[in-house]
């Protein structure tokens, strides 16, 4: 029995290539340029957005109405439109009103809204608010 390691004849699989380092070069130069466009991307609209807003809950009344609270942040002398819904448990939207958010002392204020329903909501909160 002998050492040798065994290899597939010269030429059967086609011609054997030398590993470059120049591939692996241009591989993570490519991995690192398309990281570098989406946090340029995701950092961009977010400073794009001049109105951000996050709920901050629900109260299901009865099968007509909905209480919505959440927080818009935006600049103290802008007016923000906002989108409230109010969602079934098929997630089907029972329920929607715009509310105006007007300028303010502060740059976060937050809001209760009342949505009228067609049926029992399940859940409710702000779909989109943008500045006027």
Known sequence: ???????????????VR????????VGWGALAALV?????????SALEDPVQWKDVGFDVTDAS???????VTKGQDETASCRVRALSQ?????????VEVGPADTDTVRVTVTVPTAELAVSGGVQTCHVR
């Open 1 to 15: 029995m002998t050492d040798t390691p065994v290899r597939p004849p010269v030429g059967r699989y086609g011609p």
């Open 18 to 25: 030398p590993r470059s380092r120049a591939w692996r070069f």
């Open 36 to 44: 570098l466009a989406v946090v340029v991307w995701v950092g961009g």
């Open 65 to 71: 109405s909905t209480d919505v609270t959440f927080d």
């Open 90 to 98: 098929s997630f089907g939207e029972v329920g929607v009103r715009t």
